[in-house]
């Protein structure tokens, strides 16, 4: 008997009285209040369906993962109450410190800013497969893929260099990918002005941001819009030159706030293990990845704070949030005081939260630390460290290890739940519904190849986002594509395919292809092989707007967990 599990309660509108705030409360419509407003109901929305699935868990492929009780969705669990807690790590990758510091220190920094050692050629060594275990047995590629991968402590940086090779310039994002999707769909033009005036760069045009296939534009079926790249040449790579390159918000695949929001949910099932190493529970619960400074940090700080019989959530405005670095061990030639020399272009000192208390620490979004030209020196003429220690700053990655990053958790008093043995392999595979797409939009990211200085394969579709695509009412013959694994399914054989179930009859779809894919599923370290489901959705005239959920039945499973959040009908 396959057991029957229903989608978390959530407002599948924006009636609810609670809204979840956009990061560090920022209007980017400051002169709109209609386009704001839509911005904000449209975040709303998108949090609360990265909740809803957080809380779901994953019960499809894994033994011994409940729904997660003790976190809690404020759109329909009031906030009174709560306490908020600062979670903090430090910003330079910590799997880099920990599995490539015996190539020195210097190539260590050069790694993290460039993602080669300094003779500019020799990437990352090999990593084991197995990091919960230490076997070396087998060993893999080291990722994060991507033109910045290796930066996956939900910070990110790009480095401007002048000719003789000094730094110009560091911008530090930790903005996530999926607000800037949604500003996107409100607004394109807009985009292109924040990356104007966030990046000192009024020559980035909006032919530089959208998504090309074949040297054509892809476009949104519903709004005739041309599609937002991620990975646009002002958004990729660690190094800016006159031509590209910069950091505007995050691209390693795991630095998506749903990713964020699913660590924290996925932590709070009290382990067998105990929350006292939290590198060994990260291993038993199976969520991020040991080693890192933020995974193991989040992951075990949430649990432990359930196990003193809480439930947690995130503060609201969710976010990553970068923290203002220590400049006390700066020395400049003039003796400035370096923070003198540090920017906020996005976010704030300080915020205030819902109950109009002071929130811990700052809510920084970008970040430029640059030395103005007129006083005759750059950044790597500025030293860390006290006397013979003191170093000059060759690499941006300093600058990282002086930093936090954090997130701010709430909690309320609650009584934790049963004790769990780590997460198992599966009992059965059932069928997964994974991440929908529109069928163009699906085709032109699969279509865009990502290089990356570990040159392993790799597309687009690793930087798409796990937003609900939208079908409008009334609509038939909708080309989609649902990405799933699991259920036995054979690509060439059309009696193991899958039919697709909505939460309401006023959805219906056909399967017409089934096709192999490859690519890491929003939040992943690294690329899975799932399968891509082509499909012709229908859409009732009167169909229930809002987020809906999405199952699989196959001959084996008559009564599918169905993943909530995957459409939005509007």
């Given at each position: ?84 807690t ?61 033109p ?49 005036s ?35 040449k002002y ?11 910069g ?19 996925a ?79 996005r ?96 085709k ?8 990356n ?51 309401g ?12 894919v ?29 987020l ?23």
């Amino acid at each position: 008997m396959i057991e029957t599990f229903t989608a978390p309660k959530g407002s599948t509108s924006n009636d609810a009285a609670f809204r979840f705030k956009t990061p560090a409360h920022i209007v980017d419509f400051p002169n709109d209040s209609d386009k704001q407003a839509k911005l904000e109901a449209a975040w709303n929305t998108n949090l609360n369906g990265f909740t809803q699935q957080a809380i779901l868990g994953n019960p499809w492929t894994s033994t011994n993962v409940p729904q997660a009780t003790n976190y809690f969705n404020p759109i329909n669990t009031p906030m009174d109450g709560a306490t908020a807690t600062a979670i903090e790590w430090t910003a330079f990758p910590g799997r880099i410190a920990y599995y490539e510091g015996s190539v020195g220190n210097t190539s260590m920094l050069s790694l993290a800013d460039t993602g080669y050692q300094t003779d500019g050629t020799t990437s990352f060594p090999p990593i084991t497969k197995d990091p919960c275990t230490g076997g070396s047995a087998t060993s893999t590629a080291y990722g994060p893929y991507g033109p910045r991968g290796w930066q996956d402590e939900y910070c990110e940086w790009a480095v401007t260099r002048n000719s003789k090779g000094q730094i110009t310039r560091i911008d530090f994002t930790c903005e996530n990918p999926e607000y800037w999707n949604t500003l996107w769909s409100v607004d394109p033009q807009r985009v292109l002005e924040l990356y104007q005036s966030t990046l000192d760069n009024d020559a980035i045009t909006m032919e530089d941001l959208i998504l090309m296939d074949g040297g054509a534009p892809v476009y949104d079926p519903n709004t005739g819009m041309p599609i937002y790249n991620p990975l646009n040449k002002y958004n990729s790579g660690p190094q800016v030159t006159s031509s590209g390159g910069g950091a505007m918000h995050l691209t390693s695949t795991p630095n998506t706030i749903q990713t964020e929001i699913g660590l924290a949910a996925a932590a709070t099932p009290q382990r067998s293990c105990g929350p006292s190493n939290f590198n060994t529970l990260i291993c038993c619960a199976q969520y991020g990845q040991p080693q890192r400074n933020s995974d193991p940090n989040i992951g075990g700080t949430v649990n432990l704070k359930v196990s003193q019989n809480n439930t947690v959530t995130l503060t609201n405005p969710p976010g990553l949030y970068i923290q203002t670095p220590n400049f006390d061990g700066y020395h400049t030639p003039d003796n400035t005081h370096a923070s003198k020399f540090w920017t906020i272009k996005r976010g704030k000192e300080s915020l205030t939260g819902d109950d109009h208390k002071l929130l811990p620490g700052n809510f920084i979004l970008h970040a430029v630390f640059e030395v103005p030209a007129s006083y005759g020196y750059t950044i790597s003429d500025i030293t860390i460290g006290v006397g013979n220690s003191a170093t000059p700053i060759t690499y941006a990655g300093q600058v990282a290890q002086t930093m936090l990053m954090h997130i701010v958790a709430s909690t309320k008093s609650q009584p934790a739940g049963p004790v769990y043995d780590c997460v198992g392999n599966p009992q059965v595979s059932l069928p997964q519904p994974l991440q929908m797409f529109h069928a163009n939009i699906f085709k032109g990211m699969q279509n865009n190849v990502v290089p990356n200085p570990v040159k392993q394969t790799m597309t687009l579709l690793s930087n798409s986002t796990l937003i609900a695509p939208s079908v409008k009412q009334g609509t038939s013959l909708i080309r989609m594509v649902l990405v799933m694994t699991g259920g036995g399914v054979v690509t060439n054989n059309a009696t193991t395919w899958p039919t697709l179930v909505f939460d309401g009859p006023d959805l219906t779809a056909e399967v017409a292809d089934v096709q192999f894919v490859k690519y890491a599923i929003p939040g992943n370290s690294y690329p899975t092989t799932s399968l891509a489901l082509s499909i012709n959705l229908k859409v009732a005239s009167n169909a229930t707007k809002g987020l809906r959920s999405v199952g699989l039945k196959t001959k084996d499973v008559s009564n599918p967990i169905l993943m909530p959040a995957l459409l939005q009908v509007i």
